[in-house]
């Protein structure tokens, strides 16, 4: 059994520019423009990259300015606040465990 064709919706085209896709399922003429094993690699590779720059950011911002990584710390984002606002966090943290 073959799944019906995607509806295909009218954006403001005529309607010869619509048509010839009509039951289509890729834009491609059926074969994508890039091999599976490319799409792994960019979405790994952009994922390891830009961890390693996270990371390295994280570490120079500890080893050159001495920011300590703390509950606090990451419950507000690394800005000074008051310490109402940090007692809120850590009560509402508590309330939802329970």
């Known amino acids: 059994l073959r799944p019906p064709p995607l ?3 009218d954006y403001g085209l005529a309607a010869s520019e619509t048509k010839q896709y009509n039951g289509m399922e890729s834009f491609f ?3 994508p423009p890039l091999a599976e094993a490319v799409g792994w690699v960019l ?3 952009f994922g390891m990259f830009f961890c390693c720059v996270t990371l390295g950011m994280v ?3 500890q ?3 001495g920011t300590e990584v703390t509950s606090e ?3 507000t984002a690394g800005r ?3 310490i109402g606002l940090t007692a809120h ?6 309330t939802a465990a329970v």
Do not use: A
Not at 89 to 94: M, N, S
């Open 43 to 45: 979405c790994l590779g």
């Open 29 to 31: 003429e059926g074969t």
């Open 80 to 82: 000074s606040v008051k």
């Open 73 to 75: 710390q990451f419950n």
């Open 59 to 61: 570490w120079l911002d």
């Open 63 to 65: 080893k050159y300015v």
């Open 7 to 9: 509806i295909m919706w």
């Open 89 to 94: 966090v850590h009560c509402e943290t508590i």
